[in-house]
């Protein structure tokens, strides 16, 4: 059974800095893995997907990479803003089913000014 | 393009009530997804529809909840007879095909609380 998990759970850094969220899954076959975020009160957005196939993805200061022989992807966030405070969570898609999600518990981010 | 609507976006019943939450999907999506999201958890999987049809609904209880797609209309995520467990967010998402191949568009959530 697939089991994705975000450590840590939550994560103060100074305005400025640069820094890695961590999502591990158990099973390494999945169809790809996207990072959302969620801010409070509100949906999800959206910010990257990898395709299994693919080592990375950027989008503007985020960086994602995939590494599905170890289980592993992180969600690099350069030169972090008070606006990146938001919960980060990653899912992965199961080759089994090319619609169902399987969710990590999230990492909630607060970057101090 | 309003994207995903969902309403209510906050709903109090008593234990035994029903409660109906409802979606209306972005613009041109015709697949939509129900979650379910306890607090400090990552959000379940519950239903998946397109147009009239139920795909899966391998992530929804059997007893007491129900969910639809219309023809006409959004889509409606119905849960009988309430109880406290019931209490959470429940974010509905769309895409223009299957989730995992399609990028999501989430609602802003419906945040049930079972008195």
């Known amino acids: 059974k697939q089991e994705v998990t975000q450590i840590p759970a939550a994560l103060s850094v100074p305005e400025g800095e640069n820094l890695v969220l961590n999502c591990s899954f158990t099973?390494?076959?999945?169809?790809?893995l996207q990072w959302f975020r969620q801010d409070p009160g509100k949906g999800l957005t959206s910010l990257l997907l990898?395709?299994?196939s693919q080592r990375e993805q950027t989008s503007g200061r985020l960086n994602a990479s995939l590494d599905k022989s170890s289980g592993r992807s992180t969600l690099y966030i350069a030169a972090s803003q008070p606006g990146d405070s938001a919960t980060y969570l990653c899912?992965?898609?199961?080759?089994?089913?090319?619609?169902?999600?399987?969710w990590g518990a999230g990492t909630k981010l607060i970057i101090k000014p | 393009n309003a994207g995903v609507m969902q309403n209510p976006r906050h709903l109090v019943r008593r234990r035994g009530q029903e409660a109906r939450l409802r979606c209306s999907p972005m613009?041109?999506?015709?697949?939509v997804y129900w979650y379910r999201q306890l607090p400090e958890e990552g959000l379940k999987f519950m239903v998946y529809?397109?147009?009239?049809?139920?795909?899966?609904e391998s992530g929804m209880p059997k007893e007491r909840f129900s969910a639809e797609f219309p023809k006409e209309g959004p889509s409606i995520l119905r849960i009988q007879q309430v109880v406290r467990g019931d209490s959470a967010a429940y974010f509905c998402?769309?895409?223009?095909?299957?989730?995992?191949?399609?990028?999501?568009?989430f609602g802003a959530g419906s945040r049930l609380t079972v008195l």
């Open positions: 990898i395709q299994s």
């Open positions: 998402a769309s895409s223009t095909g299957a989730a995992g191949a399609n990028v999501l568009t």
């Open positions: 099973d390494s076959a999945i169809y790809n």
């Open positions: 529809l397109q147009k009239e049809n139920i795909i899966d």
């Open positions: 613009k041109g999506h015709s697949h």
């Open positions: 899912a992965v898609n199961p080759p089994h089913s090319n619609y169902q999600l399987i």
